[in-house]
């Protein structure tokens, strides 16, 4: 087994999906349930690791010996992780990040009456927050991020993990396949892992913690 051979290093785990508000009861979000990242958290922690798990609304319970940082939006995880990822060994980002925001969020409730029969939502992008942790990143540490795909050619599915690997420039990108039924909010998971020069690390189909075992192999 992998016995304790995390003991001493402090992991920093991003899980969970956000969610941008557009007003005080509406966001936009997306279906992830932080399975996966509590996944990681949990094997970190059973391997002696200190974790961080910073939790964008999960949909399953943390683990209590994990420090326990709740965010909602990208801006809070950006300012949570960043924080955080100044005193770690390792930081993974499972958490699965809007890419945009609403320009502007409504002080009151959205009213169709006064908005007529189509609403047109102006978004703007938000901070590619992997890609910032990567230009920051301290001395030996590693940073393992995720890539979320739909692409069901696995040719074509290892060619979008390189192309973002290289916007990303984390040490290894751990390439997702997903779909209404796959990845998000299931109890399993297939992955491919790249290293920072696009070439495969390791295939794993299994169980959510089965995976987080051999990414956490990555950091041991
Ligand atoms: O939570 P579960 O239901 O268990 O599902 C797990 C999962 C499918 C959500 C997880 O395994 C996964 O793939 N997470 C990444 C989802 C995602 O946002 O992928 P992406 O390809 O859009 O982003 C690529 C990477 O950049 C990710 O590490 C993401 O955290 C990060 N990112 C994305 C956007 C952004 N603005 N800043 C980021 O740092």
């Not at 990822?85 to 009151?108: E, K, L, T, W």
């Not at 916007?167 to 039924?181: I, M, P, Q, T």
């Not at 020069?197 to 089965?210: A, L, N, P, W």
Request: charged share 25%.
């Amino acid at each position: 087994g992998p016995g304790a051979d995390l003991v001493g290093k402090h992991v920093v785990i991003t899980a969970g999906g956000t969610r941008e508000p557009l007003d005080p009861v509406r966001f936009l979000g997306n279906r992830s349930s932080g399975k996966q990242g509590v996944a990681l958290a949990q094997a970190a922690l059973a391997r002696g690791a200190s974790v961080t798990l910073i939790a964008a609304n999960l949909e399953v319970a943390a683990p209590t010996a994990v420090e326990l940082r709740l965010v909602g939006t990208a801006l809070e995880l950006e300012a949570a992780v960043t924080d955080a990822a100044a005193g770690a060994d390792a930081v993974i980002m499972a958490a699965a990040v809007a890419d945009y925001r609403p320009v502007q969020v409504s002080a009151g409730k959205i009213k169709k009456d006064e908005t007529g029969d189509t609403l047109l939502l102006e978004l703007t992008r938000n901070p590619d927050i992997l890609a910032g942790l990567a230009r920051t990143k301290r001395t030996g540490q590693v940073l393992i991020g995720f890539a979320a795909e739909t692409e069901p050619d696995p040719v074509r599915l290892l060619v979008l993990g390189r192309e973002k690997m290289a916007r990303k420039g984390c040490d290894f990108l751990v390439v997702n396949r997903v779909g209404w039924a796959e990845g998000f909010a299931s109890d399993r998971n297939a992955i491919t892992v790249l290293d920072h020069d696009g070439d495969i690390v390791c295939e794993v189909s299994g169980t959510k913690m089965s995976v987080a075992g051999r990414i956490l192999d990555l950091i041991g």
